[in-house]
Antibody, heavy 124, light 110 residues
Framework: QVQLVESGGGVVQPGGSLRLSCTAS????????MYWVRQAPGKGLEWVAF????????YYADSVKGRFTVSSDNSNNTLYLEMNSLTVEDTAVYYC?????????????????WGRGSLVTVSS | QSALTQPPSVSGSPGQSVTISCTGS?????????VSWYQQPPGTAPKLMIY???TRPSGVPDRFSGSKSGNTASLTISGLQAEDEADYYC??????????FGGGTKLTVL
C-alpha cells in the first residue's frame, strides 16, 4: 500500500527542538522530491521545505530558514524534519507529501500523496 | 511570502456549479503553469484535485476542472454534490524554488 506516515510530534517549550519522521511505503522515496507542509490550528496550508530526489538540493520557506533542516535516509525510506529554536508560531500539524512525478530536477511542486500529519505544539 | 488570494467562502445548491478563484502575481501564477488545487474535508489531510493548472489525477471526477488567465487561476466544480463540501486550497510554484498556497475557500453545499 502506498502511504506516508508521520511521527515524532508532541509538546515542546519555546526555544526547544523536535525531529519529525515520515516513513514511506509502497514506493522508493529517493527518486521523488519530498515536501513538508504545515497547517496551524484553524489556519491554511503553508509550505515549509523541499528535498530533491537523492537529497541533492534543499529549499526552505523564509519562516523556517536557518532553523529547520530536511533530510532523508534512503536505507529505511524515511524523510525527516529537524526543527530547532521553535516558537509558538511553529505550532501546527506537519504533513509530509510526495512530488507528483519522479526525477524532477527541482520539483514538480504538486503533491499526489500526503501523510495524515503530526501535531507539533510549542507552549510553555 | 504573501499567500495567494482566494475568497473565504463560496456556496451552491446540489447540481449547480461554483467557481473558486485564486489570484497571485507575475512571480507565481502568472509565470508558471504549476498551479494545483487541493480538497480538505474537516480533520483530514488534503487531497490533490488538479495539477498543472488543468490536469485531473486519476480518480478525480470530471466535474472538477481548472483554468488560468493571467495572474488568476480558477477551480470550477459542476454538478455540485454534498460530498464536495470541504475547504479548497490553491497552490503555485513561485520563483526561486518556493511554493505559495492560497488562504483557502470553504465550500458549502446548501
Amino acid at each position: 500500500q502506498v502511504q506516508l506516515v508521520e511521527s515524532g510530534g508532541g509538546v515542546v517549550q519555546p526555544g526547544g527542538s523536535l525531529r519529525l519522521s515520515c516513513t514511506a511505503s509502497g514506493f522508493t522515496l529517493d527518486i521523488y522530491g519530498m515536501y513538508w507542509v504545515r497547517q496551524a490550528p484553524g489556519k491554511g496550508l503553508e509550505w515549509v521545505a523541499f528535498i530533491r530526489y537523492y537529497g541533492v538540493n534543499k529549499y526552505y520557506a523564509d519562516s523556517v530558514k536557518g532553523r529547520f533542516t530536511v533530510s532523508s535516509d534512503n536505507s529505511n525510506n524515511t524523510l525527516y524534519l529537524e526543527m530547532n529554536s521553535l516558537t509558538v508560531e511553529d505550532t501546527a500539524v506537519y504533513y509530509c507529501a510526495k512530488d507528483g512525478r519522479p526525477y524532477a530536477g527541482n520539483g514538480y511542486w504538486f503533491f499526489d500523496l500526503w501523510g495524515r500529519g503530526s501535531l507539533v505544539t510549542v507552549s510553555s | 511570502q504573501s499567500a495567494l488570494t482566494q475568497p473565504p467562502s463560496v456556496s451552491g445548491s446540489p447540481g449547480q456549479s461554483v467557481t473558486i478563484s485564486c489570484t497571485g502575481s507575475s512571480s507565481d501564477v502568472g509565470s508558471y503553469d504549476r498551479v494545483s488545487w487541493y480538497q480538505q474535508p474537516p480533520g483530514t489531510a488534503p487531497k490533490l484535485m488538479i495539477y498543472d493548472v488543468r490536469t485531473r489525477p486519476s480518480g478525480v471526477p470530471d466535474r472538477f476542472s481548472g483554468s488560468k488567465s493571467g495572474n488568476t487561476a480558477s477551480l470550477t466544480i459542476s454538478g455540485l454534490q454534498a460530498e464536495d463540501e470541504a475547504d479548497y486550497y490553491c497552490s503555485s510554484y513561485r520563483s526561486l524554488n518556493t511554493l505559495v498556497f492560497g488562504g483557502g475557500t470553504k465550500l458549502t453545499v446548501l
